[in-house]
């Protein structure tokens, strides 16, 4: 594929076919406008109700956002407990938690669900928020602003709170949730811990009590958008939001996730110096879920064994060692990402030290190897996020089983990766891997509750779109 990083760009590619709104200055977030240059197209173009709900909601968020008229009243009508008068508004918090890959998932589901019930979503900056992504709409900010009057409140929050959802359906004995009056305030634990009081959540009985509280907190480390398309209360809104299913991650991260500028600076430089001039570009990315230090030679094997099998990679010719015995003018550039230095170094000099079968020249590059996760620390962070858009960028995708690092690269790049199945007691599964059914992310902790029969029901066998994901058998995929 031809990306000519010089080429002029259209002013229309640029807003995505209309995804993003033209109303952005320039300056403030390089990547929003530019990134065309170095994201492929999208899989699929949004549908004009996608655009059009967007641009709503933009007008929403101008309207009741930080420091509107409408902000003040709520929050004062917060503080006088319920006594002033309260404005029109409603929202959904989304508290910052857990490691990169699953934040970004959540954001986008909060960011759903927000679309799906008319809410504003205003996002907790965490240690890290505001130096990863820019903001995604025009004029007013999606942060919570450090006055925050009720901040510590609600960081506080956890399922024995008084104001959790779960916890007040617990207490309320699950009667009748029509009887139930909910706080004005309440919290929803969607973490991967949750009980089955909490999980009423996806519900749609339990949605229609929720829209009574103009103040929902949520804290959850699940990307459980797949679990909405089984609502009915949604089904219509869905359909007409995502004629093509599998694409909700694709288009609201393409909409929601533009990297700050130095982030950007990451991203670009390296593109550049690395992966611009290659014929085909291949992401492998390395997460290694065992404990122990690696790099591991089961899993070096296990990479080595799909993409020869699937043919993402070369063959090497480890006896004849001739030189130059096929001329081949291709070149193929792997970009790794893992924790461990040990993997691509491995595999660059398999290919160092023995001739290709065709020909091609394969180079190998990895950015960073911060040899363990460290969630707290921004830059870690900005060389996360750039990695995985750098991932997203490439042709073809290898990712590793269970990781939400690999779906956020999937998932923007709109690509259905090969995925590396999960090891188990340190050997490489066989077949060593297996393409995804689609882009999607995959809901790990999904609930298997019908909520009209009350009792238990796989959630992955009820409709077409939503099924048991390739890497984890118990989880929901989108497809
Ligand atoms: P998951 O644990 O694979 O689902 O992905 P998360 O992104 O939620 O958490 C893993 C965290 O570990 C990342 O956010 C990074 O901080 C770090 N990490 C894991 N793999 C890599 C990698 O290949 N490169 C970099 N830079 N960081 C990584």
């Not at 025009?138 to 104001?163: A, G, I, R, Y």
């Not at 007409?240 to 991260?253: A, E, Q, R, S």
């Amino acid at each position: 594929k031809d990306r000519d990083l010089h080429t002029a760009i259209q002013p229309e590619d640029k807003l995505l076919s209309g995804l993003l709104s033209a109303k952005h200055g320039v300056g403030s977030c390089l990547s929003r406008y530019n990134s065309v240059s170095y994201q492929h197209k999208l899989a699929f173009e949004p549908s004009s109700y996608l655009i059009a709900k967007l641009r709503r909601y933009e007008d929403l968020h101008k309207h009741c956002g930080v420091y509107t008229e409408s902000y003040n009243k709520t929050l004062e009508w917060l503080r006088s407990n319920g006594s002033s008068s309260s404005s029109d508004c409603r929202y959904l918090i989304w508290i910052s938690f857990s490691g990169l890959g699953n934040r970004i998932l959540t954001l986008a589901s909060a960011f759903l669900y927000s679309l799906l019930t008319n809410r504003v979503l205003l996002v907790d900056p965490g240690t890290d928020m505001t130096d990863l992504f820019c903001e995604p709409f025009p004029d007013v900010s999606w942060f919570l602003p450090q006055d925050f009057p009720f901040k510590e409140e609600f960081s506080n929050f956890n399922q024995t709170s008084p104001d959790c959802y779960g916890k007040i359906m617990k207490n309320s004995m699950r009667t009748d949730s029509s009887g139930v009056i909910l706080p004005s305030v309440v919290y929803l634990h969607l973490v991967h811990d949750y009980d089955d009081d909490d999980k009423l959540f996806f519900c749609d009985q339990d949605q229609a009590l929720l829209q009574q509280s103009p103040w929902l907190v949520m804290k959850t480390d699940n990307y459980f958008v797949p679990s909405l398309f089984l609502m009915s209360s949604f089904e219509k809104e869905l359909n007409d939001l995502f004629p093509n299913k599998d694409t909700v991650f694709h288009l609201l991260g393409r909409y929601l996730f533009h990297p700050t500028n130095s982030v950007w600076g990451l991203i670009t430089r390296y593109y550049q110096a690395y992966l611009a001039r290659a014929s085909e570009r291949i992401g492998i990315q390395i997460r290694v879920f065992d404990t122990g230090t690696g790099p591991f030679q089961h899993i070096l094997d296990q990479v080595l064994t799909c993409t020869l099998k699937e043919n993402l990679l070369p063959q090497t010719d480890r006896q004849t060692n001739i030189i130059g015995s096929v001329s081949n003018p291709k070149s193929k550039t792997v970009l790794i990402t893992s924790l461990s230095a040990g993997y691509m170094e491995k595999l660059r000099d398999i290919y160092w030290e023995n001739p290709t079968v065709t020909g091609e020249r394969i180079s190998f590059y990895q950015p960073s190897h911060e040899e363990h996760q460290q969630t707290e620390k921004s830059i870690h962070n900005q060389k996360a996020l750039a990695e995985m858009y750098l991932l997203s960028t490439t042709d073809v995708l290898v990712t590793s089983s269970w990781s939400t690092f690999g779906y956020v690269a999937q998932g923007l790049g709109g690509l259905k990766p090969w995925i590396l199945y999960k090891p188990e007691n340190r050997t490489a599964p066989d077949p060593p891997c297996g393409q995804a059914m689609s882009m999607e992310p995959c809901f790990h902790a999904p609930p298997f509750y019908d909520c009209k029969a009350k009792k238990g029901v796989d959630t992955g066998k009820l409709v077409p779109h939503v099924k048991h994901c390739e890497d984890m058998p118990w989880g929901i995929k989108l497809v």
